[in-house]
Nanobody
């Protein structure tokens, strides 16, 4: 199983980036997926998660990202995305993608632990 994150870079405050996570070795439609980040000196935190397709789709957004970030998934292509708009210096971190068959995703929390990508660095300058 491989999760390959890409799309990070150096941008200025207010600009946008789109992260991609290409998934191989599993059928992504069976998995909840999400993005996590770890800033220097801080613990890793969930940024945004989306449940596997079903009757009801659940999403989670870290409160500071609501209205700026959008998570989406393209299950036929086994890829999911994080569109990040109006980036702020506090968004600077290594961003990791992850997937889990028993992900717990609610509007207030996200728990994903099975598979992880290698991370992509996002740096936002003021």
């Amino acid at each position: 199983v491989q999760l390959q994150a890409s799309g990070g870079g150096v941008v200025q405050s207010g600009e946008s980036l789109r992260l991609s996570c290409a998934v191989s070795g599993i059928t992504m439609s069976h998995y909840g997926v999400g993005w996590f980040r770890q800033a220097p000196g801080k613990e890793r935190e969930a940024v945004s998660c989306i449940s596997a397709p079903g009757t009801i789709t659940s999403t989670y957004y870290e409160p500071s990202t609501k209205g700026r970030f959008t998570i989406s998934r393209d299950d036929p292509r086994n890829i999911f995305y994080l569109q990040m708009n109006n980036l702020e210096p506090t968004d600077t971190a290594i961003y990791y993608c992850a997937a889990d068959t028993i992900a717990v995703i609610r509007s207030t929390m996200c728990s994903i632990d099975d598979y992880w990508g290698q991370g992509t660095l996002v740096t936002v300058s003021s």
